[in-house]
């Protein structure tokens, strides 16, 4: 995978599991946003993420891939694969299960289109929270001890601070962000105006951008993007 992905400061996610209007789909594909992710934690199949990459496919944007379980990765027609590990789930099938079976199960992983992700979760009420029960309540030096764990000993190139469906607390990924300086901070959750993308921006290499677009709209979105370039 070529290193320009990690110039990327704007992200919009797209969920298989959403249905994006015919009419719709050029708008959000060339609303100037870095990158397309397809990704979701509920209901997200081979069958609708290809589907969703077959509506943005035409579109002159990088997309890559984030799998909730990557055993239903595709590689065809992307640009990359991310790879969560939701490392504050006290369940190791989120950590390092899921990708065990994946790694045995496929002997045609293409390693040089995938990226690693730390994930750190911190919406209970989040469907990725329910689902890993992952511990959200966590003061920042907790956090930012994981994502230094994430960084310095398991060497992600990505930390991925995720609120999912919610606004987070700044004031931790702003700890965060002084804490690492080698890993991307990655930050999504709640990002739906202007000035909420310039806030996390400040401290976050890259923002992800998900439901605003299905709640809001592209106008949002194209805000959003113009907060952070």
């Not at 397309?36 to 890559?64: F, H, W």
């Not at 790694?103 to 990725?128: C, F, G, H, R, T």
């Not at 920042?140 to 606004?167: M, N």
Request: proline share 5%.
């Amino acid at each position: 995978m070529k290193d320009n992905w990690k110039d990327w400061k704007h992200i919009t996610k797209l969920d298989p599991d959403k249905h994006i209007p015919e009419n719709c789909v050029e708008d959000i594909v060339t609303s100037g946003t870095d990158a397309l992710m397809l990704s979701g934690t509920l209901n997200v199949t081979r069958e609708n993420i290809t589907c969703l990459r077959e509506q943005v496919k035409a579109y002159d944007v990088p997309m890559v891939i984030e799998p909730a379980d990557p055993s239903g990765a595709i590689f065809n027609g992307v640009m990359g694969l991310f790879v969560p590990s939701v490392l504050n789930s006290p369940n190791t099938t989120w950590i390092v299960g899921k990708h065990e079976y994946w790694v045995k199960k496929d002997k045609q992983i293409k390693w040089d289109m995938v990226v690693p992700e730390a994930y750190i979760v911190l919406n209970p009420n989040s469907s990725v929270g329910k689902v890993t029960k992952a511990i959200c309540t966590l003061p920042a030096e907790d956090v930012c001890a994981y994502a230094l764990v994430a960084e310095k000993y398991f060497k992600f190139p990505v930390v991925y601070i995720e609120y999912s469906g919610t606004y987070g607390n700044p004031e931790i990924v702003k700890a965060v962000s002084e804490t690492i300086n080698e890993s991307l901070l990655y930050y999504g959750g709640g990002i739906n105006s202007r000035e909420k993308a310039s806030e996390m921006a400040k401290y976050a290499d890259t923002i992800v951008v998900g439901n605003a677009v299905y709640e809001k709209g592209v106008k949002t979105l194209k805000e959003t993007i113009e907060a952070v370039h």
